[in-house]
């Protein structure tokens, strides 16, 4: 390293340091690190600068059968070469450990409900909540439970070793930044460590609380309404398998008024609202926002069939993902990205197969009423007439320096973790904490030749459930919501509180793997996925969620597939950031003219630029600005109803389709605003809530002109994982909207966490980018030279070579030789 870039590096990485350490100071990491250890010469902070990159490298690991090369390309992804898949698995883990180290610990203990041993007293509330929904002890049971000399045992034991390796030998000049600010050492990886992982992922895309959300609503409108507002099936209609239909589907209907019940439903509702409010460890909505499609070679220019995979996740630095390719010899030979403490390829292609995922969004937990002998300190619950012991688990809470910070008590009956809500005992069932096959899948993917095999991989993959799409080099494409959906009792309905007294309420089965929703090779030549409802309800209605995510991501997707029949890899990148929006399109008409505008000088103005509007989210956009504060206001307008008297926060929110419906009915009672006199209809309340737009936006951008351009507004927040801001990077432009298929979240904390196009030719071609870098380390060139890429919408054609040598040396930044031995 030339000297001035050495003393460039070191300045910037103490600015870094000393704002890391401010700001841990100022939230409440705890205890700080005495600042003389953090600026110690020799093995302070200064010494992370010291190795940033990827360097040549020659080692001996006691565990490996024979010698891995991993060479790294110019783009810092390591192409790991061995004898044997369980090697390639070692030099997995020991690589993504000296890239990823710290963001591998800190996601296994917030899963685990350790946090307070590695920061301390401050994070003793986030443990104690995740521990209670048993996330850590189904992982643990699970792992415990595992044949010793089996695949996912054996698999996972190897990625241990891999990372343990490096951990054993990390000089202290490689020790990741976020161990100094927070004066500890990294701790040893286990293999259940994986499992915690898994379950987290799950917790992230399939931990909602259906059943609790629709009791505060029922308590607050009535039954009826309830229904209307959160119903079983979409109203608009663009599902992932085909209906035969060449457009949107929708089958509107009135929504009834509310009712509210009386007060002791209303009391529960408070109740509820203090669980799911202040307790982090039960999930909130999630935000869902993925996309992937697969177009036949019939509809493609090249002949070649072309897939898209645009995954939505937290956006954070280190980024969620890492990105690999593994080459072992007539076993596997696999490039895409791994969730980092996960032993293999989670979203990629090899040479026969390309896939992808987005959340399917099912309904899999379910809650129970159960009858307890003592609520204080129970030791059994009732069951068909008789007492059932409940399992008790004591769970201890220590410090950074192994103390006994407090303890707890968690009681599971046979459905799982009870909980407290005002004044009942709920235990919940939930399919992620009963699922062990995800690995297996995983790997049996990697291995899949076409979309027949990869479908039978995916046999195994449980949870959360996922739909996954692939297309092969021999033209196949194939679609399908792969998962564990519950069978209930009686209508099949997840929405309800059962009774928990009975094993009548339990579930009674599963739906069989050949009933998922999906389709190979249809005849439209195309399939895609945005966590839009699976099946239509006219081909099969039988209960699998609710309340579904609105489909104008599915309509877009679909808009433009269906007007190209002559695809190319540069189409597929340029749709994963079009800024077009279906949402804009449905609701501009009636934005547009509705009445009363004399009234209100601002509405109009917001009228005019909307009128003038194409519904894009272009970085020039003005009109997008006020679209978008317009349907913010509309929609706190419209469903004040569902906010509990003495509260700020709507108990849950009806999906913008549900919106759309109501404006077909322009005097529905839904439209009058009860925190005024006078009764409203559709119309005034849209003026209403232009007119605050507009005056918003000039209070918060001047009169209309450059600083309302859609760039200025609509950005990206990629926080570090410690949510330390000199580590974060903000306010990062990106060309989306709510609802478009860049699918922009108002925090800006939520969006595409890997882009990837591949061309399925006789050779397979393939783009990505995610927004972020290959380090976890702050002072690295690879820590976040992505972002202005991904920001931009552009990809990077991946180099997949067959052996070390077809990589070119000029792309070649370092190799690291892994030898058997001590």
């Known amino acids: 390293m030339k000297k001035s870039v050495a003393r460039t590096l070191r300045g910037s990485l103490g600015a870094t340091a000393l704002g890391a350490l401010a700001w841990a100071g100022a939230f409440g990491v705890s205890p ?20 940033p990159d990827p360097v040549d490298l020659n080692t001996k690991i006691s565990s490996l059968d024979g010698p891995v090369r991993v060479v790294f390309d110019d783009r810092a992804v390591p192409h790991i070469f061995a004898a044997t898949t369980a090697d390639a698995v070692r030099a997995l883990g020991y690589i993504v450990a000296r890239d990823r180290l710290f963001q591998m610990e800190l996601q296994t203990r917030a ?47 190897e990625y241990a070793e891999g990372v343990n390796a490096w951990i054993d030998e990390m000089p202290d000049t490689e020790l990741p930044l976020e161990y100094h600010l927070l004066g500890s050492a990294p701790a040893r990886w286990e293999a259940v460590h994986t499992a915690f992982l898994l379950r987290q992922m799950g917790l992230t895309l399939a931990g909602y609380a259906h059943d609790l959300r629709r009791e505060q609503v029922i308590a607050l409108v009535g039954e009826d309404a309830a229904a209307a507002l959160f119903p079983v099936h979409s109203l608009l209609q663009e599902p992932i398998q085909p209906n035969g239909e060449d457009g949107p589907r929708y089958d509107l209907a009135p929504i009834p008024p509310p009712v509210p019940g009386g007060p002791a439903e209303l009391a529960a509702v408070g109740a509820i609202n203090a669980m799911l409010f202040a307790d982090p460890s039960v999930p909130d909505r999630p935000v869902e926002a993925s996309n992937n499609w697969v177009v036949a070679g019939s509809r493609t220019e090249s002949g070649n069939a072309l897939l898209a995979g645009d995954p939505h996740l937290d956006l954070t630095l280190p980024s969620i993902w890492y990105e690999a390719h593994m080459v072992v010899p007539g076993e596997i030979d696999v490039y895409g990205v791994t969730f980092p403490g996960v032993p293999g390829i989670v979203i990629g292609f090899n040479r026969n197969l390309s896939w992808s995922f987005t959340n399917t969004g099912a309904d899999v937990m379910d809650f129970y009423d159960e009858s307890l002998d003592d609520p204080e300190r129970p030791t059994r619950y009732m069951l068909d007439g008789q007492w059932r012991d409940l399992d008790v688990r004591v769970e201890r809470y220590l410090g950074k320096r192994g103390n006994v910070l407090a303890e707890d008590t968690i009681y599971s009956t046979h459905r799982g973790p009870i909980r407290q809500v005002g004044g009942r005992s709920l235990s919940m069932r939930w399919t992620v904490l009963e699922t062990a096959g995800e690995i297996l899948a995983l790997d049996g993917v990697s291995r899949a030749t076409n979309v027949g095999e990869w479908r039978t991989a995916m046999r195994t993959f449980r949870a959360p459930a996922q739909n996954g799409v692939a297309a092969d080099t021999d033209g196949n494409i194939s679609l399908y919501s792969f998962g564990w959906y519950p069978v209930r009792p009686d209508d099949g309905n997840g929405l309800v509180v059962r009774d928990g007294t009975t094993s009548e309420s339990d579930w009674t089965g599963e739906w069989e793997f050949l009933a998922y929703p999906g389709a190979v090779n249809p005849e439209q030549g195309f399939l895609a996925s945005a966590n839009q409802e699976p099946v239509d309800p006219g081909t099969n209605p039988t209960f699998l969620g609710a309340d579904w995510t609105s489909p104008w991501r599915a309509i877009r997707i679909n808009q433009l597939l269906r007007a190209n029949d002559s695809v190319t890899a540069e189409d597929m990148r340029a749709y994963q950031t079009d800024p077009g929006s279906a ?27 909307l009128r003038e509007w194409d519904g894009r989210y272009t970085p020039d956009s003005k009109a997008a600005v006020v679209f978008e504060w317009t349907m913010d206001r509309l929609t706190a307008l419209t469903w004040d109803e569902l906010i509990a008297d003495g509260d700020s926060r709507r108990v849950d929110t009806p999906g913008d389709v549900l919106l759309w419906s109501l404006m077909h009915d322009s005097d529905n009672q839904w439209w009058d605003n009860k925190e005024t006199q006078e009764i409203e209809n559709r119309d005034q309340l849209i003026v209403r809530a232009m007119g605050w737009a507009y005056a918003d936006a000039v209070a918060r951008y001047g009169e209309i002109g450059e600083g309302w351009r859609w760039e200025n507004v609509g950005h990206a927040n990629i926080e570090h994982l410690i949510r330390a801001p000199p580590l974060s990077r903000f306010g990062i432009p990106v060309q989306a909207g709510i609802g478009t298929l860049g699918a922009w979240s108002r925090s800006g904390k939520h969006g595409p966490s890997w882009r990837m196009v591949v061309e399925m030719g006789s050779e397979v071609r ?40 077809d990589l070119p040396r000029e792309r070649t930044i370092a190799t690291v030789l892994l030898e058997a031995g001590r």
């Open 766 to 805: 393939a783009q990505v980018t995610y927004p972020g870098g290959q380090s976890g380390n702050p002072m690295s060139l690879f820590y976040d030279d992505r972002i202005q890429q991904w920001s931009n919408g552009q990809l990077d054609e991946v180099l997949f070579p067959r052996t070390p040598d």
């Open 111 to 157: 899963t685990a409900g350790t946090l307070t041993e590695l920061v301390g007293r401050a994070a003793l509330g986030i443990d104690q909540n995740a521990r209670r929904l048993g996330m850590a002890a189904s992982a643990e049971r699970m792992f415990g439970e595992l044949d010793p000399t089996g695949f996912t045992r054996t698999r996972l034991d």
């Open 583 to 609: 949402r804009a399109e449905f609701f501009l008409p009636f934005l547009t003219e509705a009445g009363a505008y004399g009234e209100n000088e601002n509405a109009a103005r917001a009228r005019t630029l």
């Open 32 to 51: 700080v690190p005495p600042l003389g250890n953090l600026l110690d010469p020799v093995r302070g902070v200064w010494q992370v600068a010291v190795t």
